[in-house]
Structures are given as structure tokens and as C-alpha cells.
């Protein structure tokens, strides 16, 4: 399956994707896409899959601290070779998806004082993330969503509609309130295939993310909410009534949809996340496992 776009300079030819990647033809894109970061001069930024180093090389320049984590071994090894002198940056070859953020950016030993609790300094990330997996990765940074403020990413154009869809319209999902869960979404700018080398068969859009989590608002527990989430879009064509009755009693069922004012034959996708909320708790609520 292809990656989503990694980054090259211009007039690099000496680098052959072994992994299905797509580099960006100019460092114009480039720059833009550091920019949405905004000002990184005070800040720790993180780089997911950092590829020939084009936005690395940008911020290096303008983070206080960056780590970049790599999966291809022969490209972490040039990146650290490149910036071997930089006291910046640290290049980490590794899965993202199997990256334990917490060491990375957790408490270090002696640095905890008794009886205060750790506050994380958040950091921002920026990647070009591999298409397969976009919802893992987004899902693996909500979970350590205490790291992190801003996400800027270049990811498919179809999964950038998705995350950022309104309740109601054809896009919205899953993934769209999973995403709006935790964050809110911009979608910045769209490139054609023809923006890479090698061209790849879709669009890709360049998504903002600004950690803004709403479970305490909705008043729900962040587990048993996205399980719930799941049920109800468990298949897209089924209405929400039929989605949900395998897990509740049909009366329990009936009487939730009524109190906060559902009907049956909607579809989960035209509710936005505070009516599902509203509906989680009057079940959760009723059926005792509050």
C-alpha cells in the first residue's frame, strides 16, 4: 500500500523510495507547511516521518527542540548524519505507532519534585503521514494527547474531508468524531498528484489539529464513549436504532432516544457529538453501568 507524501529537495536524485513514497517536487510546500506550526522558536516539535530531511532542514532553523522519527533505516541514518552537529535535534529510527510518547516526553528521573504534580510541556507535530495508517497514528497522538497542542499533517485528501466533516453531511464517520473528540480540525491547502515525485493517484491535503478535547464537556468516559462511537457507526447504511439494539434492551433503548429526543430511524452520522453524548448517558444512566 502506498505512504502518503514524504519530502525531498529540489534536484535530489541520489534517493530511490524503498517504502512507496511520494516527495514534494519544490520546498515552497515546504515552508507552508512548517508555517502552520507557527511560531516553533520556544516550542518542541516533533516530525513524523521526516524522509530526506526538507521540512526537518526548515525546523531545524526555527524549533527550540526537534525529534524526528524515522522508520526507513537508510534515511534515519543520512538524517543523522546531516544534522550530526545539531544540538537541536534527535533523529529516533522507529515506528511512531509503537513509540511510548510518555519516555519521549515525560518527567525525567530527578527532575519531579514530591508532592508536585507533572505538567508536560506540549509539543507540536508535523508529519506526512503513510495513508494506510492515518487513523492509526491519529488514534496512538490522541492517546498521548497531554504531549501534544497542534498536529499539522499531510495526509489523503478523502481522509482529510472525513476528519474535518460536519455531523449531518456524507463524510462524516467514525473518524470524524473521533477526531473532533479530541481536536479541532482545519483543512489548509490541497495538492494534485502532479505536486510529487513520483505523481501518486490522489490528492493530499495539508490538515491542522488543535488539541481541544471535549470529554469532560460531554461528561463521558473517554474508553467507554469511543466503544460506544464504534456501535453506533458499526455499519454505515443502518440506522441508529438498529446499529444499537444488539448492545441495550429494547425498551431501555426506546426510552433513551426519547428523553433526549432521537428518533430511531436516524443514522449515527447526522448526530453531532453532544447528541451522542446526551444519548450515552441517558443509557449508561438507565441500564446501571454507569
Do not use: C
Amino acid at each position: 500500500m502506498p505512504k502518503g507524501p514524504a519530502v525531498i529537495r529540489r534536484g535530489s536524485r541520489d534517493w530511490k523510495p524503498k517504502l512507496g513514497q511520494h516527495f514534494l517536487r519544490d520546498t515552497h510546500t515546504a515552508s507552508r507547511i512548517v508555517d502552520a506550526l507557527g511560531d516553533v522558536s520556544q516550542s518542541t516539535v516533533l516530525e513524523i516521518g521526516p524522509g530526506a530531511g526538507a521540512l526537518t532542514v526548515l525546523l531545524a532553523r526555527r524549533a527550540r527542540r526537534l525529534i524526528a522519527i524515522e522508520t526507513d533505516r537508510v534515511l534515519a541514518a543520512q538524517l543523522r548524519m546531516q544534522f550530526a552537529t545539531a544540538e537541536n535535534i534527535e533523529i529516533i529510527e522507529g515506528d511512531v505507532l509503537a513509540i511510548d510518547f510518555d519516555t519521549i516526553f515525560g518527567p525525567k528521573p530527578g527532575t519531579s519534585r514530591p508532592g508536585l504534580e507533572y505538567s508536560p510541556e506540549p509539543a507540536r507535530v508535523v508529519g506526512n503521514l503513510p495513508y494506510f495508517i492515518t487513523s492509526d497514528i491519529l488514534l496512538r497522538l490522541f492517546e498521548f494527547r497531554r504531549h501534544f497542542e497542534t498536529i499539522v499533517l499531510m495526509v489523503q485528501r478523502e481522509v482529510a474531508d472525513r476528519i474535518a466533516a460536519k455531523a449531518g453531511t456524507r463524510d462524516y464517520g467514525l473518524l470524524s468524531a473521533t477526531a473532533q473528540l479530541y481536536t479541532r480540525a482545519e483543512k489548509l491547502f490541497t495538492l494534485p498528484p502532479g505536486a510529487f515525485n513520483p505523481p501518486p493517484k490522489v490528492h493530499s491535503t495539508v490538515l491542522r489539529l488543535t488539541m481541544a478535547p471535549q470529554l469532560e464537556k460531554l461528561r463521558v468516559p473517554e474508553d467507554r464513549f469511543i466503544a460506544f462511537l464504534k456501535v453506533s457507526f458499526g455499519q454505515k447504511r443502518k440506522t441508529l436504532w438498529n446499529n444499537l439494539k444488539s448492545h441495550y434492551q429494547p425498551e431501555l433503548l426506546k426510552t433513551a432516544l426519547e428523553r433526549t429526543g432521537i428518533k430511531p430511524n436516524i443514522r449515527a452520522e447526522a448526530l453531532p457529538l453532544e447528541k451522542s453524548a446526551a444519548l450515552f448517558r441517558e443509557l449508561t444512566a438507565r441500564d446501571g453501568t454507569r
